[in-house]
């Protein structure tokens, strides 16, 4: 592991691994530290997400006012995301962490007392842009500090962590609100973001920063990096909401995320010293890694998003109905990581990614066939399958996409590797809000052809239904059948919906599968184990 210890910087410490794979107990204390305060980057998007209109209410803000607490959180966060490669090689591993905990941990009690829509809005977006370096910061740290016999144990805790959150964050975010009110969505962070920043503060000693990088910063890349992403995430997220190109702004937000994105691009590989080294995508398992991390974005941002959309639509059921249900997945996430560890170490990472790959398939399939009255015990099955889905592709995915590159690359890497199953889940929410709304219309114009007076059924029904309401009293009884029936036919173009949003995302993991023979198998390990090069 001699090789490993250079992380692209002449004066970095030795790694905690570099002696017969012992694992240094301070640098070890100082990773879970980590892991917690990813997991916190993560959870406060899914809890926040559950409670909107409890926000919206809470600042009298607008429907089309209250999505941009989210959507500021998230464009910002994916700005930070490929910057905090070059941040943690400019002020050193442990103190980039440190700020943005602290930095997290700050704009969660300042969301909290925010006292109109628009102090939430900014205080959100610096609340994204300060956390967002917490979650590449962990992936990359795992390959510093961990010798390669033990990354598969400390990737299963990272996987377990990053899959957990989302699974659990609805549930949660109901109760909170529920229970106190709306601003313990964010006053939850604050013991925990400064207990996490005293203990990496005080650990996690893995390398110094270099501050000769700051000679000849690219500030162009990094404004056109800040414009390509947000203006990307933007589109993404507001698209669907406004029938994508009938809004101006979305046009002129199209053409601004182009014109960046393309000078973005030419300068990253023009300047001597781009703000992010594209360079590691010339290694094929880092680009097909990326390919699968993009992949399981969709899967998991889009199964966590569309299995309460469907459940409250369809169902009516509340927050902690849907939170039970989703519980399902949690758990078998849980009883399937050690499974998952052990034949991540055992068998090739293509083999075990493949079962995964297979499994999530199969799970939102079997969510393709669901009728109106669907409930717990119809969906016990396919959340089982896809829970366990989620270890057995998360693990090898990241060994992968990081396992086989120089070290001094892993920084750079791992933020770009997170980019890619963020932009997975921004792309994928876009396609489902899309596809959603054309089925929805398509699925209604096909049924509600049989809402027709020459229909014997149709007339009976509703004289079924008229009869009902006129015994209820209801004063224009047939008025009544005729919304309840219009309900009733929207309920089920609506479930079929679903069902070919389901089938559409099991077509995008078996497309993935079908890719597995393009990543290479893992070149044997130098000296017994060091870095793959």
Same mark, same amino acid.
């Given at each position: 592991?001699?090789?490993?210890?250079?992380?692209? #910087?002449?004066?970095?410490?030795?790694?905690?691994?570099?002696?017969?794979?012992?694992?240094?107990?301070?640098?070890?204390?100082?990773?879970?530290?980590?892991?917690?305060g990813m997991f916190l980057a993560i959870l406060d998007i899914q809890i926040v997400a559950s409670s909107l209109e409890n926000i919206q209410a809470g600042l009298s803000a607008s429907p089309d006012e209250i999505g941009w607490v989210q959507?500021?959180?998230?464009?910002?966060?994916?700005?930070?995301?490929?910057?905090?490669?070059?941040?943690?090689?400019?002020?050193?591993?442990?103190?980039?962490?440190?700020?943005?905990?602290?930095?997290?941990?700050?704009?969660?009690?300042?969301?909290?007392?925010?006292?109109?829509?628009?102090?939430?809005?900014?205080?959100?977006?610096?609340?994204?842009?300060l956390g967002g370096a917490m979650i590449p910061t962990v992936f990359a740290t795992t390959y510093i500090i961990f010798p390669p016999e033990k990354r598969n144990t400390a990737s299963v805790m990272i996987g377990l962590i990053a899959t957990m959150a989302p699974t659990i964050g609805p549930t949660l975010g109901g109760f909170l609100t529920q229970s106190l009110?709306?601003?313990?969505?964010?006053?939850?962070?604050?013991?925990?973001?400064?207990?996490?920043?005293?203990?990496?503060?005080?650990?996690?000693?893995?390398?110094?920063?270099?501050?000769?990088?700051?000679?000849g910063f690219d500030l162009w890349g990094l404004l056109a990096m800040a414009v390509f992403l947000g203006s990307l995430e933007y589109v993404l997220d507001e698209g669907p909401k406004d029938d994508w190109f009938d809004e101006t702004a979305i046009i002129y937000g199209t053409i601004v995320c182009a014109i960046a994105g393309i000078y973005f691009f030419w300068r990253m590989f023009t300047y001597d010293k781009p703000i992010v080294d594209l360079k590691s995508f010339a290694d094929r398992n880092f680009t097909m890694g990326c390919v699968f991390s993009f992949t399981l974005g969709v899967g998991l941002y889009g199964s966590v998003y569309i299995m309460p959309l469907m459940l409250s639509r369809v169902r009516g059921y509340d927050s902690l109905e849907i939170g039970m249900i989703m519980a399902v997945t949690g758990i078998a996430q849980f009883l399937s990581a050690p499974i998952a560890g052990k034949m991540t170490a055992k068998y090739p990472p293509r083999v075990v990614l493949g079962i995964g790959l297979g499994l999530f398939a199969t799970g939102l399939a079997m969510h393709g066939f669901n009728n109106s009255e669907v409930s717990f015990n119809e969906l016990i099955l396919p959340q089982i399958v896809r829970g366990a889905a989620l270890m057995f592709c998360m693990l090898?995915?990241?060994?992968?996409?990081?396992?086989?590159?120089?070290?001094?690359?892993?920084?750079?890497?791992?933020?770009?590797? #997170?980019?890619?199953?963020?932009?997975?889940?921004?792309?994928?929410?876009?396609?489902?809000?899309?596809?959603?709304?054309?089925?929805?219309?398509?699925?209604?114009?096909?049924?509600?052809?049989?809402?027709?007076?020459?229909?014997t059924a149709f007339k009976e029904y509703l004289a079924t239904m008229m009869a009902r309401y006129s015994e209820m009293g209801i004063a224009d009884p047939k008025a009544a059948a005729m919304k309840f029936i219009v309900n009733l036919v929207t309920r089920e173009a609506s479930i079929i919906s679903f069902n070919d949003i389901y089938l559409a995302m099991a077509a995008t993991f078996f497309i993935a599968f079908l890719l597995l023979p393009l990543a290479r198998p893992p070149r044997a390990t130098a000296g017994g184990g060091g870095d793959a090069h």
């Open positions: 592991m001699s090789s490993a210890t250079n992380t692209g #910087n002449p004066t970095a410490m030795p790694q905690a691994g570099d002696h017969a794979g012992h694992v240094d107990r301070a640098k070890l204390i100082g990773w879970v530290a980590m892991v917690v959507t500021s959180y998230l464009i910002a966060e994916v700005v930070m995301i490929p910057l905090s490669g070059f941040l943690s090689r400019l002020m050193s591993t442990r103190w980039l962490f440190v700020i943005s905990a602290i930095g997290f941990t700050v704009m969660s009690v300042a969301s909290a007392f925010a006292w109109s829509i628009e102090s939430m809005i900014w205080f959100r977006a610096a609340q994204g842009f009110s709306w601003h313990w969505l964010f006053l939850i962070n604050v013991l925990p973001g400064l207990a996490i920043a005293a203990v990496v503060a005080m650990t996690l000693r893995v390398d110094r920063g270099d501050r000769s990088l700051l000679k090898p995915v990241t060994n992968l996409a990081l396992g086989t590159l120089p070290p001094e690359k892993i920084k750079n890497a791992s933020g770009l590797y #997170n980019l890619m199953r963020n932009l997975g889940g921004a792309i994928g929410m876009a396609a489902i809000n899309t596809l959603l709304d054309k089925r929805i219309d398509y699925h209604f114009s096909l049924l509600s052809e049989h809402i027709n007076p020459a229909s």
